[in-house]
């Protein structure tokens, strides 16, 4: 994708777009006029069109590609500057990065120019020029139009045209080429056509296909026909043979030509590989329509039969079901993808090769995360499939083992050495890739149960039912080659309960998971194999211990009851519950046994206690249980495990505990200045907090005094970083203290409305003003979280997440309180945290919204403004002596990649002439350094945006996500001209646009392209008054999910319209 950041629309079409075009004519033969395309210098645009007569006895015009091919790689031609003989690659390549700026016109140009390229390399013996020429000549002879419909030849019609005439030119004297295609593409190829083939393919149709360009509107005639071309060609070219299916799609049934073509290609199985992984990077903008399903259908059909009877490896088929799912992703017809998930299944239960189990889990799980149509349809869909599927997996294996011990001793070693040396010993992958292709049908958020059919809903909660009991029996597969069976149950089952929350409410379904995994845990012997065993179920573990206080209960009493000799088991399993339901551990901390001196017992005892400790509300002072944890660090001496116990006590509110290890361990122990300034960051947050925790209120000043320190070195730090690695850390310190300034003006004024006695309280003086204000202070601290939220929560994990939510919460739940009693609290309400329930400040907000908050309005005082002020006071100081929840993502310090954004007019709009200069050409602002564009009054106005995402953007996201966003606010700026009478604040009451956190009108989606690339073209509402308008653009993602994050871009996202009536567009 083209860098043109500094470039205007105009700049990158003069400098970039207008030689493309000139040089793809003067190759091609063709005139500007016959395009539609008008330049006002072009050496092309007086030429007439070239006729039969004419293009015999043309001397300049070859005949083959081929031809072309050996004259490109001669040094005579190499050792020329001329622009003319750049590759059909490099044309098609720099095409696609300009997409973005070509005309309807133009991108057609290009079209029929890779479908003409990728014949002549298919059928050597076909004159490329006349086929590519066919495309804009009618059945009649005469120049066509783009958007009238028209008789045309069909494709083999044209082909056979086309090599009729290339036959006839080299029968005439001098005309004869002295290679021959034969010659060209036989087994004793020199090599140099076939690597020029192989370039073509990866460095230009590659790049076509991938960029969005093939796909039109309706109105595109010719593109379409080009792009059906491409798409017919390829597929005969991968497989000329239709596989035999049992099942049809309902929609679109397979339009395999029934030709010979696809058996004269002259085509190794190379080459054919390398058109199979061309067809990967195909891909759809968001604008175009899938208009092209019968060609698609094809293309389907031959992907699959290379994998099943072309494909010589499994990695070969497995790339044939990659490009398989992304043909059916583009499609995106309902009916096409579950037949598509259907066969892709049945594959998968069907195979007995790992790599093809692999490869079909991974095209499921993509099906299911990237499908863009009715997702709660699919995944009942897919979930009733995959329960079916591993029910009769399950099955199978419980015959083999019935059988097993119905036969002889002798008779059961046969049987055992025959499974030995059977061919499908891929059991245990299938069940895995089973559960994986569930665990991700749950992660997406589900929506299994949104179902207006009462037997939907039945049927969906019976397939979610079978779904969990099958998995649960799957944790006894506790062998030493089979934990990863019980890993993969155990991450399915935690992904299935964190959805369906209400299914461990029944004592049953608590007894018959937690009878298997005991099962699965007496499975072991020593504690390698039970430690291994804890670390496989520990998801579920967790999950089960958050949801039911019964179920985390019988874990730590099977722990101590079991495994009271056997203190390493013991506390690695006491860990895993106390993640969960860290209320339940600290009950039974006495029972968990004495100190060790093992290093790793020491780990797990600290990470348990420190777990556990933060589920009630303790203050800092040091206690039976953080002494406990200090003795213990004494005997791990790896600085690396006590700096990970330093982040647990963080993030468990235990900032004694934390701050002591910083200040006798870790800071003592540095070698770097940037280590030493860091861990003193640390132990100063700490401090900061272990004072507000332990004072309250009394503590503000002192707390902001040391939170300020640590901010200091942390701005420090990342001064000699240069590369924003502290943006996280930074931005969440500032909030914290504007937050605890807040609070401390917030009190003042209450304990003065509280002294006072409410005779303060009027309606015009300054208390009154300032209880309406800080109000709104607490709401800007909700949209800074909210910000901070939707920048980083991306690439955080989710605990980080929960705890900015949780903040955003408390913010917003203090802005509750003191709206109380104004105008401002009659329509608001107060949002609850969707984050862990066992957090102490959880816990605190739902207590105060539940007992003080709703109580409120029910109390009848004779000065409301009083009982306002003295319950607000004691809300503050419960927030206050609340340990603040910490967020993991604190200790990351990674910076966010920036993309790179292109904005630019739609080229289609922009005068025909580029080159001439008047008043209306596209600008540049001379303040803001904007792109200024003309628009019409009343008219929709379009810009486009186009730009790549950095890879580790990509890489490091947390949720994957595949659907690109432009948030757009539209302001007023000022007239046109200094004499207008226009009253520019009535202008800008009329089309101002504000930025919203959610889905609005100014809300723009685009797909996400291969390789992070995206085209996405933002429509404005049409304006109706002269004058300027200024844009400014937010680049966002959505992910699978849902959610909606900010991508940040290397330059802000600025563009002026200029609305004049007066104006030529």
């Given at each position: 994708m083209l860098d043109a950041t500094d470039l205007t629309t105009t700049e990158v079409r003069t400098q970039y777009v207008q030689p493309l075009i000139e040089i793809i004519l003067a190759k091609t033969n063709l005139t500007a006029a016959t395009l539609g395309i008008q330049y006002s210098k072009s050496s092309t645009t007086a030429e007439a069109a070239p006729t039969s007569s004419e293009k015999d006895s043309d001397e300049g015009v070859i005949g083959t590609l081929y031809q072309e091919i050996a004259l490109y790689e001669s040094d005579e031609v190499h050792s020329s500057t001329c622009d003319k003989n750049k590759s059909y690659a490099e044309i098609l390549e720099e095409a696609s990065a300009l997409s973005a700026y070509l005309t309807r016109e133009e991108q057609t140009l290009v079209a029929t120019v890779a479908s003409s390229a990728l014949v002549s390399f298919l059928i050597p013996q076909c004159d490329y020029l006349n086929f590519l020429h066919s495309y804009f000549t009618s059945t009649s002879g005469t120049a066509s139009s783009e958007t009238i419909s028209r008789n045309v030849y069909t494709l083999e019609e044209r082909l056979t045209n086309a090599m009729i005439w290339n036959q006839d030119s080299a029968s005439q004297e001098g005309s004869?080429?002295?290679?021959?295609?034969?010659?060209?593409?036989?087994?004793?190829?020199?090599?140099?056509?076939?690597?020029?083939?192989?370039?073509?393919?990866?460095?230009?149709?590659?790049?076509?296909?991938?960029?969005?360009?093939?796909?039109?509107?309706?109105?595109?005639?010719?593109?379409?026909?080009?792009?059906?071309?491409?798409?017919?060609?390829?597929?005969?070219?991968?497989?000329?043979?239709?596989?035999?299916?049992?099942?049809?799609?309902?929609?679109?049934?397979?339009?395999?030509?029934?030709?010979?073509?696809?058996?004269?290609?002259?085509?190794?199985?190379?080459?054919?590989?390398?058109?199979?992984?061309?067809?990967?990077?195909?891909?759809m903008t968001s604008d175009a329509t899938t208009n092209n399903q019968a060609a698609l259908a094809q293309?389907?059909?031959?992907?699959?039969?290379?994998?099943?009877?072309?494909?010589?490896?499994?990695?070969?088929?497995?790339?044939?079901?990659?490009?398989?799912?992304?043909?059916?992703?583009?499609?995106?017809?309902?009916?096409?993808?579950?037949?598509e998930f259907q066969r892709l299944l049945q594959t998968l239960v069907g195979s007995k090769s790992p790599c093809i189990i692999?490869?079909?889990?991974?095209?499921?799980?993509?099906?299911?995360?990237?499908?863009?149509?009715?997702?709660?349809?699919?995944?009942?869909?897919?979930?009733?499939?995959?329960?079916?599927?591993?029910?009769?997996?399950?099955?199978?294996?419980?015959?083999?083992?019935?059988?097993?011990?119905?036969?002889?001793?002798?008779?059961?070693?046969?049987?055992?050495?025959?499974?030995?040396?059977?061919?499908?010993?891929?059991?245990?992958?299938?069940?895995?890739?089973?559960?994986?292709?569930?665990?991700?049908?749950?992660?997406?958020?589900?929506?299994?149960?949104?179902?207006?059919?009462?037997?939907?809903?039945?049927?969906?909660?019976?397939?979610?039912?079978?779904?969990?009991?099958?998995?649960?029996?799957?944790?006894?597969?506790?062998?030493?080659?089979?934990?990863?069976?019980?890993?993969?149950?155990?991450?399915?089952?935690a992904l299935v309960l964190s959805n369906e929350t209400s299914y461990l409410i029944e004592k049953s379904n608590v007894k018959h998971?937690?009878?298997?995994?005991?099962?699965?845990?007496?499975?072991?012997?020593?504690?390698?194999?039970?430690?291994?065993?804890?670390?496989?179920?520990?998801?579920?573990?967790?999950?089960?211990?958050?949801?039911?206080?019964?179920?985390?209960?019988?874990?730590?009493?099977?722990?101590?009851?079991?495994?009271?000799?056997?203190?390493r088991v013991l506390w690695k399993l006491a860990t895993c519950v106390s993640i969960g339901n860290p209320l339940a551990v600290s009950t039974r901390l006495s029972n968990l046994g004495e100190s060790s001196s093992d290093e790793d017992i020491?780990?797990?005892?600290?990470?348990?206690?420190?777990?556990?400790?933060?589920?009630?509300?303790?203050?800092?002072?040091?206690?039976?249980?953080?002494?406990?944890?200090?003795?213990?660090?004494?005997?791990?001496?790896?600085?690396?495990?006590?700096?990970?116990?330093?982040?647990?006590?963080?993030?468990t509110s235990n900032y004694s505990f934390a701050r002591a290890i910083l200040e006798t361990r870790l800071v003592r122990g540095c070698s770097r200045q940037q280590s030493f300034m860091y861990f003193n960051a640390l132990s100063t947050l700490a401090h900061g907090e272990e004072v507000l925790a332990v004072k309250g209120?009394?503590?503000?000043?002192?707390?902001?005094?040391?939170?300020?320190?640590?901010?200091?070195?942390?701005?420090?730090?990342?001064?000699?970083?240069?590369?924003?690695?502290?943006?996280?850390?930074?931005?969440?310190?500032?909030?914290?203290?504007?937050?605890?300034?807040?609070?401390?003006?917030?009190?003042?004024?209450?304990?003065?409305?509280?002294?006072?006695?409410?005779?303060?309280?009027?309606?015009?003086?300054?208390?009154?003003?300032?209880?309406?204000?800080?109000?709104?202070?607490?709401?800007?601290?909700?949209?800074?979280?909210?910000?901070?939220?939707?920048?980083?929560?991306?690439?955080?994990?989710?605990?980080?997440?929960?705890?900015?939510r949780t903040l955003q919460a408390m913010c917003q739940l203090l802005s509750e309180f003191t709206k109380y009693g104004t105008k401002e609290a009659k329509n608001s309400s107060t949002p609850t945290s969707t984050s862990a329930p066992t957090q102490s400040m959880n816990m605190t907000?739902?207590?105060?919204?539940?007992?003080?908050?709703?109580?409120?309005?029910?109390l009848k005082q004779k000065d409301d403004s009083v009982s306002h002020a003295s319950g607000l006071l004691l809300v503050l100081d419960a927030i206050l002596k609340c340990p603040c929840p910490f967020p993991s993502g604190f200790f990351q310090m990674k910076p966010i990649p920036r993309a790179i954004v292109n904005i630019s007019a739609d080229p289609n709009i922009l005068p025909k002439t580029i080159s001439q200069n008047d008043d209306h050409d596209v600008t540049v602002d001379a303040k803001s350094g904007a792109e200024v564009i003309d628009a019409f009054p009343g008219l929709v106005t379009k810009v486009i945006l186009s730009g790549v995402l950095p890879e580790k953007f990509i890489q490091t996201a947390d949720v994957a996500f595949s659907e690109i966003i432009a948030?757009?606010?539209?302001?007023?700026?000022?007239?046109?001209?200094?004499?207008?009478?226009?009253?520019?604040?009535?202008?800008?009451?009329?089309?101002?646009?504000?930025?919203?956190?959610?889905?609005?009108?100014?809300?723009?989606?685009?797909?996400?392209?291969?390789?992070?690339?995206?085209?996405?073209?933002?429509?404005?509402?049409?304006?109706?008054?002269?004058?300027?308008?200024?844009?400014?653009?937010?680049?966002?993602?959505?992910?699978?999910?849902?959610?909606?994050?900010?991508?940040?871009?290397?330059s802000p996202l600025e563009v002026i319209f200029r609305v004049d009536d007066e104006g030529s567009i």
């Amino acid at each position: 994708m083209l860098d043109a950041t500094d470039l205007t629309t105009t700049e990158v079409r003069t400098q970039y777009v207008q030689p493309l075009i000139e040089i793809i004519l003067a190759k091609t033969n063709l005139t500007a006029a016959t395009l539609g395309i008008q330049y006002s210098k072009s050496s092309t645009t007086a030429e007439a069109a070239p006729t039969s007569s004419e293009k015999d006895s043309d001397e300049g015009v070859i005949g083959t590609l081929y031809q072309e091919i050996a004259l490109y790689e001669s040094d005579e031609v190499h050792s020329s500057t001329c622009d003319k003989n750049k590759s059909y690659a490099e044309i098609l390549e720099e095409a696609s990065a300009l997409s973005a700026y070509l005309t309807r016109e133009e991108q057609t140009l290009v079209a029929t120019v890779a479908s003409s390229a990728l014949v002549s390399f298919l059928i050597p013996q076909c004159d490329y020029l006349n086929f590519l020429h066919s495309y804009f000549t009618s059945t009649s002879g005469t120049a066509s139009s783009e958007t009238i419909s028209r008789n045309v030849y069909t494709l083999e019609e044209r082909l056979t045209n086309a090599m009729i005439w290339n036959q006839d030119s080299a029968s005439q004297e001098g005309s004869v080429f002295p290679y021959s295609a034969s010659r060209m593409r036989s087994s004793n190829d020199d090599g140099f056509t076939t690597a020029y083939f192989y370039r073509f393919l990866d460095q230009g149709l590659a790049s076509y296909l991938s960029c969005g360009m093939t796909f039109c509107s309706n109105k595109s005639v010719i593109r379409k026909q080009a792009f059906n071309d491409i798409i017919q060609l390829i597929s005969m070219a991968i497989c000329p043979v239709t596989p035999q299916s049992n099942v049809k799609p309902k929609s679109v049934a397979s339009v395999k030509e029934s030709s010979l073509l696809p058996f004269s290609f002259q085509l190794s199985h190379v080459d054919r590989l390398h058109l199979l992984r061309v067809c990967k990077e195909l891909a759809m903008t968001s604008d175009a329509t899938t208009n092209n399903q019968a060609a698609l259908a094809q293309l389907r059909e031959s992907l699959f039969g290379f994998a099943s009877y072309v494909a010589h490896s499994d990695k070969e088929a497995a790339a044939a079901y990659e490009a398989l799912v992304n043909t059916s992703l583009i499609e995106n017809d309902e009916s096409c993808i579950q037949f598509e998930f259907q066969r892709l299944l049945q594959t998968l239960v069907g195979s007995k090769s790992p790599c093809i189990i692999n490869s079909t889990c991974l095209c499921i799980e993509e099906m299911i995360l990237k499908y863009k149509g009715n997702k709660n349809k699919l995944h009942r869909f897919a979930l009733r499939l995959l329960a079916k599927k591993l029910d009769a997996e399950i099955n199978s294996a419980k015959d083999t083992r019935n059988n097993l011990s119905n036969t002889s001793t002798t008779d059961a070693e046969n049987v055992a050495k025959r499974q030995k040396r059977s061919p499908d010993n891929c059991k245990p992958f299938r069940l895995i890739a089973i559960m994986k292709a569930a665990g991700v049908l749950f992660s997406t958020g589900g929506g299994l149960r949104n179902a207006s059919e009462g037997d939907v809903v039945f049927e969906a909660e019976a397939a979610i039912k079978q779904m969990i009991q099958n998995t649960t029996i799957l944790l006894q597969c506790s062998a030493d080659d089979q934990l990863d069976i019980v890993q993969s149950a155990s991450e399915c089952l935690a992904l299935v309960l964190s959805n369906e929350t209400s299914y461990l409410i029944e004592k049953s379904n608590v007894k018959h998971i937690f009878t298997h995994v005991r099962q699965s845990l007496l499975s072991s012997s020593n504690d390698k194999a039970s430690s291994a065993i804890i670390d496989a179920l520990k998801p579920l573990i967790v999950i089960c211990s958050r949801q039911s206080r019964t179920c985390a209960v019988s874990f730590l009493s099977f722990a101590i009851k079991t495994y009271s000799a056997r203190e390493r088991v013991l506390w690695k399993l006491a860990t895993c519950v106390s993640i969960g339901n860290p209320l339940a551990v600290s009950t039974r901390l006495s029972n968990l046994g004495e100190s060790s001196s093992d290093e790793d017992i020491a780990t797990c005892k600290i990470r348990t206690i420190l777990s556990s400790t933060c589920g009630k509300a303790v203050d800092a002072s040091p206690s039976d249980p953080l002494q406990r944890c200090l003795s213990l660090t004494e005997s791990i001496s790896d600085m690396w495990v006590l700096f990970k116990l330093v982040r647990v006590a963080f993030q468990t509110s235990n900032y004694s505990f934390a701050r002591a290890i910083l200040e006798t361990r870790l800071v003592r122990g540095c070698s770097r200045q940037q280590s030493f300034m860091y861990f003193n960051a640390l132990s100063t947050l700490a401090h900061g907090e272990e004072v507000l925790a332990v004072k309250g209120a009394k503590g503000i000043a002192e707390s902001m005094e040391l939170l300020s320190s640590c901010n200091s070195l942390l701005t420090s730090l990342a001064a000699l970083e240069q590369n924003d690695k502290f943006g996280f850390q930074l931005e969440f310190i500032r909030l914290r203290l504007d937050t605890l300034n807040l609070i401390a003006i917030t009190r003042s004024l209450y304990a003065e409305i509280l002294m006072t006695e409410g005779t303060l309280s009027g309606k015009n003086n300054r208390t009154t003003l300032f209880r309406k204000n800080i109000g709104k202070s607490f709401g800007l601290l909700v949209s800074r979280l909210k910000k901070m939220y939707r920048l980083w929560g991306l690439h955080r994990c989710q605990q980080t997440r929960s705890t900015l939510r949780t903040l955003q919460a408390m913010c917003q739940l203090l802005s509750e309180f003191t709206k109380y009693g104004t105008k401002e609290a009659k329509n608001s309400s107060t949002p609850t945290s969707t984050s862990a329930p066992t957090q102490s400040m959880n816990m605190t907000l739902s207590k105060l919204r539940t007992d003080v908050l709703e109580q409120m309005p029910k109390l009848k005082q004779k000065d409301d403004s009083v009982s306002h002020a003295s319950g607000l006071l004691l809300v503050l100081d419960a927030i206050l002596k609340c340990p603040c929840p910490f967020p993991s993502g604190f200790f990351q310090m990674k910076p966010i990649p920036r993309a790179i954004v292109n904005i630019s007019a739609d080229p289609n709009i922009l005068p025909k002439t580029i080159s001439q200069n008047d008043d209306h050409d596209v600008t540049v602002d001379a303040k803001s350094g904007a792109e200024v564009i003309d628009a019409f009054p009343g008219l929709v106005t379009k810009v486009i945006l186009s730009g790549v995402l950095p890879e580790k953007f990509i890489q490091t996201a947390d949720v994957a996500f595949s659907e690109i966003i432009a948030w757009t606010t539209l302001q007023y700026e000022g007239q046109l001209y200094e004499e207008d009478d226009t009253v520019d604040s009535d202008v800008g009451g009329s089309n101002r646009f504000t930025l919203r956190d959610g889905p609005d009108s100014g809300e723009t989606a685009g797909t996400l392209l291969p390789a992070g690339k995206f085209i996405m073209p933002v429509t404005f509402e049409p304006l109706l008054q002269e004058g300027y308008y200024k844009v400014i653009i937010e680049l966002g993602c959505r992910d699978v999910r849902g959610g909606e994050w900010k991508v940040p871009t290397s330059s802000p996202l600025e563009v002026i319209f200029r609305v004049d009536d007066e104006g030529s567009i």
